[in-house]
């Protein structure tokens, strides 16, 4: 079984930064990819950034803002979040995908952590 622990969320004034950060841990072979998601209120989950090898993808309106990044040996992925705007405000959640050491596949989601851009 894996399990994911958030941090990081908060309030930040617009134009401010966040940085989350997400840990791994659990019967973990191999991490094959590691990325963020977001739900604002009355909305559906959507797609933020995604981290595969040294392959990135981000959503077209976080690109130039966001940041993600992993540390291997932590089995940890961040997202350095810069420029915060209003819009930006939601539950993120992490996501990691991979093989257990009992050679199965898993993907595993995040409990969710609150970022609010006020002023």
């Known amino acids: 079984q894996v399990q994911l622990v958030e941090s990081g969320g908060g309030l930040v004034q617009p134009g401010g930064s966040l940085r989350l950060s997400c840990a791994a841990s659990?019967?973990?072979?191999?991490?094959?990819?590691m990325g963020w998601y977001r739900q604002a209120p009355g909305k559906q989950r959507e797609f933020v950034a995604t981290i595969r090898g040294d392959m990135v993808n981000y959503a077209d309106v976080v690109k130039g803002r966001f940041t993600i990044s992993r540390d291997n040996a932590k089995n940890s992925v961040y997202l350095q979040m810069d420029s915060l705007k209003a819009e930006d405000t939601a539950v993120y959640f992490c996501?990691?995908?991979?093989?257990?050491?009992?050679?199965?596949?898993?993907?595993?989601w995040g409990q969710g952590t609150q970022v609010t851009v006020s002023s």
């Open positions: 996501n990691v995908g991979g093989t257990t050491a009992f050679m199965e596949a898993f993907e595993a």
């Open positions: 659990g019967s973990i072979f191999i991490i094959y990819a």
